[in-house]
């Protein structure tokens, strides 16, 4: 056990050790720890009254000042802090969305690249009809039938947005069991789940790992522009408020602030995720490690 939690370690030393020679990695990291904690301290001195229209107490489309750092909504509310509470929504839903189209793109990758007979057809062929429907379309619809809530725009994200890393894990696959090893397991009696779980999984892992933070990233997006559109979790995100600043016109009466700050932070988030992802990319995949 301890030889094994030495090596661990060890690959965590020389994993950090490449990772940090990114610095638009590391940016992007130092980024999304920020957010987070600040996502996960929020119930510490706010709560979701903050939200609340009865609980603004400023003025209408005020500009900022001391008493509202970051200027007021069309409730006389805090845009700092609702903000503050909306980071919660917006990063819940990126994160799970992500994980369910993950779970789900992992699983049929796998299944495709290793079943060649007709299994894998049939599971190739699925996964093409979805990469040929509009995913925003798909999920607007989807999450307008299921109802607004948290679980169903995880949902409604999660199942359209599948395709890419099912099509990426397949390849990765078929690469895996073209290897000799894999032979040999077979020969010496391995059925499939013991070859897709301790041979395929682990190899494709550190790729899905990059692309899962692209995949956060995309999701994040996605969960912004279904709430511009109306489609919400009923709860107040970041896509929510860029909604109240359109249909209050905080444009035409010159209320920038409630429009460029939600924005600035789906931007910032997104970029963090994205430049995460490509140093990942660059540290775990192989004929990528020497790039800087």
């Known amino acids: 056990m301890s030889v094994t939690w030495t090596r661990r370690k060890r690959s965590l030393q020389r994993f950090w050790a490449d990772f940090r020679h990114h610095r638009a990695g590391v940016a992007g990291l130092a980024i999304l720890v920020v957010a987070v904690l600040l996502a996960l301290i ?8 903050v939200t609340n229209v009865v609980s603004g107490t400023g003025e209408k489309m005020a500009p900022p000042s001391w008493d509202a750092p970051l200027g ?3 409730s006389g509310r805090s845009v700092l802090l609702m903000i503050w509470w909306g980071s919660r929504t917006s990063l819940l839903i990126g994160f799970l969305a992500a994980l369910l189209s993950m779970v789900i793109g992992t699983v049929l990758g796998i299944v495709a690249g290793h079943f060649r007979g007709w299994i894998g057809a049939v599971v190739l062929r699925i996964t093409d009809w979805f990469l040929v429907l509009p995913s925003l379309v798909t999920a607007l619809v989807l999450a307008a039938i299921l109802g607004g809530s948290t ?7 999660g199942v359209t947005s599948w395709p890419s890393t099912a099509r990426l894990i397949r390849a990765q696959t078929l690469a895996v069991e073209a290897r000799p090893y894999i032979e040999r397991s077979t020969a010496l009696g391995g059925g499939h789940w013991h070859i897709a779980t301790r041979h395929v999984l682990p190899n494709v892992a550190p790729l899905l790992l990059a692309s899962t933070t692209l995949e956060v990233a995309s999701a994040i997006v996605t969960e912004s522009t279904l709430a511009f559109l109306g489609i919400s979790a009923n709860k107040t995100s970041w896509g929510t408020m860029l909604r109240g600043s359109y249909d209050w016109g905080a444009a035409t009466s010159g209320a920038w602030w409630y429009i460029l700050v939600p924005g600035l932070c789906i931007v910032a988030v997104v970029m963090a995720f994205t430049l995460c992802g490509r140093a990942l990319e660059t540290v775990l995949n192989p004929r990528l490690r020497g790039a800087r």
């Open 72 to 74: 007021t909504d069309e």
């Open 42 to 49: 929020a119930p510490l001195f706010i709560d979701s009254g």
């Open 151 to 157: 679980a169903t725009i995880v949902v409604a994200i």
